[in-house]
């Protein structure tokens, strides 16, 4: 398929390939990787705008040059700042370029991806996206494919021969009481039912290693929690599983977020 990118990233891209491609192992896990394209109408002085949907454009293109095995979007698809349908709008075409390409894909949201950037200016916080629209727009098709594996939360996890790819969800706020009690953009999260969905992900890796990808990190460089919940808990299970461990987890009371978790790894041999 002929796709029309831009002419000076064409250019950059075509050196790219012919650097990069006596380096690529047949037998290695290559993919393409972007995250916060911010995509959206409205022209801006940033790189937030409808170069966002181009980049996504161009990131097929490349597929289409390339042995690659997977394309992958950490999330912020769009910039969520803009009214909803128009949102709707921008994510319903980036999605559909990934189900255009020939290349599978992991497309994870980001805590832009709810629209609550538009929706901080409005009384009542309207024009915010409930969890089903990213549900359907978002992880359905990943789920569409042959051999994606995604959870109610968001989790995703694809296996290679020695490799397991698990993509978390950063962004992963449930309603709290059929309400949404928090503003995705400001809450970096990961549920408790999604950490339990994890907890499994990582046991059924077998002797396989795992690749984590996410929109946020875990923790920061200090060691502080980056996410505001449960941060730590996705670190620690982390090291457990390099230590091939068992235990339990205990992630507080909060709501939807804590409970206590266990965990058993004695029967992995990968890392992560």
């Known amino acids: 398929m002929s796709i029309a990118i831009r002419p000076f990233v064409k250019k950059d891209l075509t050196r790219f390939v012919s650097a990069i491609s006596p380096l690529l192992s047949p037998s290695a896990v290559n993919f393409a990787l972007i995250t916060d394209t911010h995509d959206k109408a409205k022209f801006a002085t940033t790189y937030y705008g409808p170069t966002g ?25 769009v910039d969520g700042s803009e009214a909803p349908w128009l949102t709707r709008l921008r994510l319903r075409n980036i999605m559909a370029d990934y189900q255009s390409g020939s290349v599978p894909f992991l497309v994870t949201k980001g805590n832009h991806d709810d629209n609550d950037k538009f929706a901080e200016k409005r009384a009542g916080h309207r024009g915010s996206f409930l969890p089903e629209v990213n549900q359907t727009m978002i992880f359905r098709p990943n789920a569409e494919q042959i051999g994606v594996a995604v959870s109610q939360e968001g989790l995703m996890v694809q296996d290679f021969p020695n490799l397991r790819i698990i993509v978390l969800n950063t962004a992963d706020v449930p309603l709290i009481d059929g309400h949404k009690a928090f503003d995705v953009k400001k809450t970096l999260a990961v549920s408790f039912a999604q950490l339990r969905n994890f907890a499994l992900a990582l046991k059924g890796a077998g002797k396989r290693d795992v690749l984590l990808l996410s929109h946020a990190p875990a923790l920061k460089e200090n060691g502080q929690p980056a996410l505001k919940f449960n941060g730590r808990a996705v670190h620690e299970l982390l090291r457990a599983f390099n230590f091939h461990a068992s235990g339990v987890l205990h992630t507080g009371e909060a709501p939807a977020f804590g409970g206590r978790l266990r965990f058993d790894f004695r029967q992995s041999s990968g890392r992560v």
């Not at 949907?53 to 698809?77: F, I, K, M, N, T």
């Open 53 to 77: 949907y181009w980049h996504v454009r161009e990131q097929q293109w490349l597929s289409d040059q390339l042995p690659l095995a997977l394309r992958v979007h950490l999330g912020d698809l």
